[in-house]
Every structure is written in C-alpha cells, then in structure tokens.
Nanobody, 125 residues
Framework: VQLQASGGGLVQAGDSLRLRCAAS????????MGWFRRAPGKEREFVAAIKWNDRSTFYGAFVKGRFTISRDTAENMVSLQMNNLKPEDTAMYYC???????????????????WGQGTLVTVSS
C-alpha cells in the first residue's frame, strides 16, 4: 500500500484544515487507516482512525469533537477535517494503514504496516 498525505499548512488559531491521505497499490477491506502526529520533542500521538469497510471511527482524547475523520470511497482517500485549531496542534501529521496481520492495536503507531510521508501543520497564536 502506498500512502500520500497532503493538506498541511500554516494557519492561525481557530482556523481549519483538511488533511487527506490517498491510498493506492492494494484494495483495502478490513484495514484501518489512522492519523498520528508528532510535535517537536514529543512522542508520536494517535489522532484518529477509521475502519475501511464499515467506516467506524476512533479519536484521540484530545480531539474533543474538533476533528472528523471520513472516507471518500470514490477516490480511495481518507480525510481528516480539523476545526478550531490550536497552537498545540502544531505537528507533523502522518497517515498509516494497519490490518495485514492479526492482534494489532489501532492506537499503537508501532503496529501500523504502512505509512505516508507526513504533512506539516503549523498553527500560530
């Protein structure tokens, strides 16, 4: 699976951004696509995930309704709509896919099988 992340940029606090992750190379079915982020000096943090076949969604505790993950069937793409961005949301955002093997944890970045290259989100105060 090849993943291409896009949509990052420089915004002000309170603004919105829509990140996208396009998947190619394989047909996904029972897999999950997730977003993680890594801020400078911090560990990679779970943001959100969606199950490819039934669109079940999962969010990190810090999201608190500000972000929405969704899947675009026609374009084989997952979007992460981020609203009311805060300076602490500044990070490199990565999309990943997990599900080739059993026993995975969708909240653990180490369990993901494939990663995109990352897209930088910078939120100024």
């Amino acid at each position: 699976v090849q993943l291409q992340a896009s949509g990052g940029g420089l915004v002000q606090a309170g603004d919105s951004l829509r990140l996208r992750c396009a998947a190619s190379g394989r047909t996904l079915s029972h897999h999950y696509m997730g977003w993680f982020r890594r801020a400078p000096g911090k560990e990679r943090e779970f943001v959100a995930a969606i199950k490819w076949n039934d669109r079940s969604t999962f969010y990190g505790a810090f999201v608190k309704g500000r972000f929405t993950i969704s899947r675009d069937t026609a374009e084989n793409m997952v979007s992460l709509q981020m609203n009311n961005l805060k300076p602490e949301d500044t990070a490199m955002y990565y999309c990943g896919v997990v599900g080739d093997y059993t026993g995975y944890d969708i909240f653990a970045s180490g369990d993901y099988d494939y990663w995109g290259q990352g897209t930088l989100v910078t939120v100024s105060s």
